[in-house]
């Protein structure tokens, strides 16, 4: 049995123990970016305080391993950012070994951000393939210790997960091209055959680049603007705004944001009755 995700903070360590009070397997953080400054563009209001006192508290409750996720290609990344990771990394193992010695591990694991529809981040390109893996490397170099552990996602999987997400109608007839073609759970890394999904796209007069990686105007007409999913674009539109000035946004539950999903969901609210949830 394994723990998800868990908030940082202590009270997380302190379910954790709880709920594996006979064999601790290991705690997950997802600190998601190094620097506070790049947190707070992705809303992530987690400071490096925060972390090492969630550390502080995993390790001298007995634990031998966190395991830390971590995005490379958020919007406004900079080599700065990246190297934040891994001194954050080295920090979290330093408090590991004064408490664990030499049993203390550390598994920081980077995947690259593909920015998702109906996100505030919806308009951004996918971050450019040499530059994600020139940071990879520069994390790989930076991590070589012992009692870390270091992975991350193949960024040509991230271009086609980033394809497939911010796609149009077209995009289906080079998924089948590639299914005849021989791609076939490509999900899993040992069957993944970037040549057939590029080969597939070009025989449709489609370019992966084109959907994946291209900043979007915001009053572009987006692919997926005719699914609803209760929250204004025009909402999003304002939180990417927030987001490249650095503003969090607090939590909804202590203030509404009017971001549009009571209004949506008005008919499903009104018919729960009693006890549906309301602005605070």
Request: net charge positive.
């Amino acid at each position: 049995f394994g723990l998800p995700s868990l908030r940082v903070d202590a009270f997380s360590v302190r379910l954790a123990e709880m709920v594996q009070a006979t064999r601790k397997t290991g705690l997950t953080f997802a600190p998601e970016a190094g620097s506070e400054r790049l947190r707070a563009v992705i809303n992530k209001n987690v400071t490096e305080a925060d972390l090492m006192a969630t550390a502080e508290a995993a390790y001298s409750a007995g634990w031998d391993r966190i395991k830390l996720y971590f995005m490379l290609g958020l919007p406004t990344e900079t080599d700065e950012d990246v190297e934040a990771i891994a001194q954050l990394v080295h920090r979290v193992a330093d408090i590991g070994r004064r408490h664990r010695g030499g049993r203390a591990q550390v598994h920081a694991s980077a995947s690259t951000f593909v920015p998702k529809p109906h996100s505030p981040f919806q308009w951004m390109p996918l971050a450019d393939l040499e530059t994600v893996q020139r940071r990879q490397r520069h994390l790989q170099q930076r991590l070589r210790r012992r009692g870390v552990q270091f992975d991350w996602t193949e960024p040509r999987t991230t271009l086609l997960e980033a394809t497939l997400s911010r796609g149009d109608r077209r995009v289906s007839a080079a998924i089948e091209a590639a299914w005849r073609a021989g791609a076939v759970f490509d999900a899993w890394g040992e069957h993944f055959k970037p040549e057939v999904w590029q080969q597939a796209f070009a025989s449709q007069g489609l370019d992966m680049r084109w959907y994946a990686a291209r900043e979007r105007e915001l009053d572009e007409v987006l692919p997926w603007d005719h699914i609803s999913v209760g929250v204004d674009k025009a909402f999003l539109a304002a939180e990417w705004q927030r987001a490249t000035e650095g503003l969090p946004t607090p939590d909804c539950r202590n203030g509404c944001h009017r971001c549009g999903i009571l209004e949506a969901f008005k008919a499903q609210r009104r018919a729960v009755g009693k006890g549906v949830w309301e602005c605070p």
